[in-house]
Structures are given as C-alpha cells and as structure tokens.
C-alpha cells in the first residue's frame, strides 16, 4: 500500500517532522520488485530507509520512501572455522548482533548497540571500538532499482573504507540491499585494542573475557557517553574524524600540544573531530532546540524542536569554526537529504 503525505519524525532519529510525499513498506523482494514496476513512480525519485540513524532530514521528502523490513536470519554454510550468517536487510543490527553472540559466532561483539538495520551496515561500513564490519563482511544481495534483477558484492566489490563504500559513492541510489553474509569465527580473535574496553571489563569484576563480555563492556561504554535517540534526537556522530598528513599534524601539535591523533597505516593522522570541536568552544552549546551534546562533541542533538535545517546550519557554523581554528575540514557522516 503507497500512503501519501506520510508522517517520517517517528522514522528518523533525528526526530524532524518531515513527511515523505509517497510512503511504502516493503517485507518481500516481490513486493519492493511490485513497487519499483508502478509506472506512476517510474520517474519519482526513491529514498531506502532502514532505522532513520544515519540520516537528517532539511526538507520533505518529495518522492517514494520504501522502508524496507526484509527479515530472516539464516547459518548459509559452516567451515572448519567459520560460520556464514545472511540477515534480511530489515532486520535490527543490535538485535542481528546480539543473535550471533548467542549462538557463540564471534566477530561483531565491538559493533554491539549501533543503531539501525543490518542493510544500511555495509553503506557506510560502520564500526566502532576498535572493528568495523568489512572485517567480517562476506557478501550481500542487492536489487538493481533500474533493471530489478539481484546481484552480488562481495567484499572487495563494495569498496569499503572508513565510513565509506561504492553505495555512498559510484552506485549510490542505483541499488537496494535485500540481505548481509558474514563470515564469523568459531575460534574468536578478541579485540580490546580500544582501551576502555579493557577497563571496563576490570571494572566490571570480568575474570574470562570472551564474546559476551566484550559485547557487555562496549554497551556500557556506549550507553555513558552516547545520547540515548529514545531520549534526545541524534544520529551519532555527526561528521566523520578527519585525516591530515602528518606534516600538518605535527605543526597543529606544537601549537596545540593536547591535540588528540591517531597514526594510519598510510602514514597519514586522524584527528578526533570531537577534540577540534569541543576546543572551539561548542561542546554543551544550542541553538534553539539544536545542540553540540554536552558529553561528546561529534554528536548534533535535536533537543525537541528542531528542524532539520536549524541541525544543518548548526553543523555548518561548527565546520567553518573549525576550519577557521585548524585549518581543517570536516566531512559531515550523517546523509543529509
Ligand atoms: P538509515 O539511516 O535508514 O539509512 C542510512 C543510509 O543508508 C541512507 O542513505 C539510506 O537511504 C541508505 N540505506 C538504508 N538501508 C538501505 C538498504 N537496505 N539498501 C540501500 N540503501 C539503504 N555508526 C557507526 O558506524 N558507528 C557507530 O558507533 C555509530 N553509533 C551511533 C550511535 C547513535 C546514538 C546513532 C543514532 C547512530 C550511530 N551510528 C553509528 C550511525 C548509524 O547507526 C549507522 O550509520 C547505521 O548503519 C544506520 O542504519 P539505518 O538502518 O538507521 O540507516
Ligand atoms: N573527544 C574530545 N571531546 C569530545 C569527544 C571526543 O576531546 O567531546 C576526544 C577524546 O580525546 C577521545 C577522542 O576524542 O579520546 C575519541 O573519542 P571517542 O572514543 O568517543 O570516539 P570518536 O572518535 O568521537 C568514533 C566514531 C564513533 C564510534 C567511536 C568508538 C567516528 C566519526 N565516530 O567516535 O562512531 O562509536 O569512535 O569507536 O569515527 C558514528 O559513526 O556515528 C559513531 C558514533
């Protein structure tokens, strides 16, 4: 069924009142297939939503939104090490994480608690704590909206990089990711390279790490510092952390001596983008309804009634102050549409 004038503030993280001219959900592949042949929507342009946490809305949507709710969770295949497990695209990344746990298949423990569904992971290869998910990413299916036939990316073809893969770049909008392969571990390898997870286990009285503690350890620590969306609207971090040459982070340290960078494998820094903001002066600060949250710098809040272009002209004013204060600029991570 295709709703008009349909409400999106309980469908984005954000919590903008914005409305899509056309609505839709779709359960099958059939359906979404059904929907792409209306020929009333041929030329209509079409927004996929998952869970609405990577998105900001500046305007109505004037076109198809087709939330996509494909579910399933399914063991494809066992090897000597490892388990291939394929999602639905629709279904809750936590929820999808929490189910491998379970099962004892290691590998997206350090992805615990990220909002959103399991086909938006691979748009932006998300990640946190030390992994992200190209790490274990295997393949996934895809519906071309233009030819509606499926077709397959494995790991190399979907380009991941930080925060970065060929559907936010060369074929974005051209396709609709219908479900997700990982390759998980029967043997884990823990990962507690971010520091606080370590602490956090000690804190907790941890004597045997294993999956399920690592996966505890990171939903407390994520609970401390990020803002509840149930509770105050956001979208995680706002931009992403920005990568300079290490002349430039080098002559940024002599002036800035507490400047917070991490070395890359290419030679190249990444700057904490929270550092450079907080240091601007921005951490805590509102305009109108639309904030800097007061525990983590990164993240844009919508206090109650903000508009999505109220939330777009607060992040530009922080990208200009920055840039004026180091010289650097940020990328913005959350879609703006
Ligand atoms: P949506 O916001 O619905 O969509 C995001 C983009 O993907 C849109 O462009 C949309 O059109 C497209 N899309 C969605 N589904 C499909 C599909 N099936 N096929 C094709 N295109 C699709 N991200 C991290 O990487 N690490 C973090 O630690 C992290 N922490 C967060 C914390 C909070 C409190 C919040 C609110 C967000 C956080 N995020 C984080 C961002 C967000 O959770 C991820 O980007 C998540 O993958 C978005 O999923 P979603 O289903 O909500 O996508
Ligand atoms: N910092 C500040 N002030 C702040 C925030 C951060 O000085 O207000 C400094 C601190 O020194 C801190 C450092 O920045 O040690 C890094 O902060 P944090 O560990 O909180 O991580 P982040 O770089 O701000 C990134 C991801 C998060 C991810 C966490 C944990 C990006 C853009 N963000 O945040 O991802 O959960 O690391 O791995 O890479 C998201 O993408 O939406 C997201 C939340």
Same mark, same amino acid.
């Given at each position: 069924?295709?709703?008009?004038?349909?409400?999106?503030?309980?469908?984005?993280?954000?919590?903008?009142?914005?409305?899509?001219?056309?609505?839709?959900?779709?359960?099958?592949?059939?359906?979404?297939?059904?929907?792409?042949?209306?020929?009333?929507?041929?030329?209509?342009?079409?927004?996929?939503?998952?869970?609405?946490?990577?998105?900001?809305?500046?305007?109505?949507?004037?076109?198809?939104?087709?939330?996509? @709710? /494909?579910?399933? $969770?399914?063991?494809?295949?066992?090897?000597?090490?490892?388990?291939?497990?394929? !999602?639905?695209?629709? *279904? %809750?990344?936590?929820?999808?994480?929490?189910?491998?746990?379970?099962?004892?298949?290691?590998?997206?423990? @350090? /992805?615990?608690? $990220?909002?959103?569904?399991?086909?938006?992971?691979?748009?932006?290869?998300?990640? !946190?704590?030390?992994? *992200? %998910?190209?790490?274990?990413?295997?393949?996934?299916?895809?519906?071309?909206?233009?030819?509606?036939?499926?077709?397959?990316?494995?790991?190399?073809?979907?380009?991941?990089?930080?925060?970065?893969?060929?559907?936010?770049?060369?074929?974005?909008?051209?396709?609709?990711?219908?479900?997700?392969?990982?390759?998980?571990?029967?043997?884990?390898?823990?990962?507690?390279?971010?520091?606080?997870?370590?602490?956090?286990?000690?804190?907790?009285?941890?004597?045997?790490?294993?999956?399920?503690?690592?996966?505890?350890?990171?939903?407390?620590?994520?609970?401390?510092?990020?803002?509840?969306?149930?509770?105050?609207?956001?979208?995680?971090?706002?931009?992403?952390?920005?990568?300079?040459?290490?002349?430039?982070?080098?002559?940024?340290?002599?002036?800035?001596?507490?400047?917070?960078?991490?070395?890359?494998?290419?030679?190249?820094?990444?700057?904490?983008?929270?550092?450079?903001?907080?240091?601007?002066?921005?951490?805590?600060?509102?305009?109108?309804?639309?904030?800097?949250?007061?525990?983590?710098?990164?993240?844009?809040?919508?206090?109650?009634?903000?508009?999505?272009?109220?939330?777009?002209?607060?992040?530009?004013?922080?990208?200009?102050?920055?840039?004026?204060?180091?010289?650097?600029?940020?990328?913005?991570?959350?879609?703006?549409?």
């Amino acid at each position: 069924m295709i709703q008009k004038n349909y409400s999106l503030k309980k469908l984005n993280t954000f919590g903008i009142d914005a409305t899509a001219r056309y609505f839709t959900e779709c359960s099958s592949i059939d359906q979404i297939k059904e929907t792409l042949s209306l020929q009333s929507f041929t030329n209509t342009q079409k927004l996929i939503l998952g869970g609405g946490s990577n998105l900001l809305f500046t305007k109505n949507f004037d076109g198809l939104v087709i939330k996509n @709710n /494909l579910k399933g $969770i399914e063991l494809v295949k066992e090897e000597k090490d490892f388990y291939f497990v394929k !999602a639905g695209a629709g *279904e %809750i990344w936590h929820q999808f994480v929490m189910h491998c746990i379970d099962n004892n298949y290691a590998g997206l423990e @350090n /992805l615990s608690l $990220i909002p959103g569904n399991v086909g938006a992971s691979p748009m932006q290869n998300i990640g !946190a704590y030390g992994a *992200e %998910i190209k790490d274990h990413f295997f393949e996934l299916e895809a519906l071309h909206i233009a030819d509606k036939t499926i077709h397959t990316f494995n790991n190399a073809d979907c380009k991941f990089g930080y925060r970065e893969s060929v559907f936010k770049r060369d074929l974005k909008n051209q396709y609709i990711i219908t479900s997700v392969t990982f390759k998980l571990l029967k043997h884990p390898n823990f990962n507690t390279r971010y520091g606080a997870i370590e602490k956090e286990m000690e804190a907790q009285g941890v004597k045997e790490i294993n999956i399920q503690a690592i996966s505890k350890a990171v939903c407390s620590i994520r609970s401390s510092k990020l803002p509840n969306p149930a509770e105050i609207g956001n979208a995680g971090s706002f931009f992403k952390n920005p990568e300079v040459t290490s002349e430039l982070y080098n002559s940024l340290k002599n002036k800035f001596p507490t400047i917070v960078g991490y070395d890359l494998e290419n030679g190249n820094v990444k700057l904490a983008a929270g550092w450079l903001i907080e240091q601007c002066g921005w951490k805590g600060k509102t305009i109108g309804d639309a904030g800097v949250h007061k525990l983590q710098a990164l993240v844009l809040v919508n206090y109650g009634k903000a508009t999505g272009l109220e939330i777009f002209d607060l992040s530009q004013k922080v990208m200009d102050s920055v840039k004026e204060t180091f010289g650097v600029d940020l990328e913005r991570e959350v879609n703006i549409i």
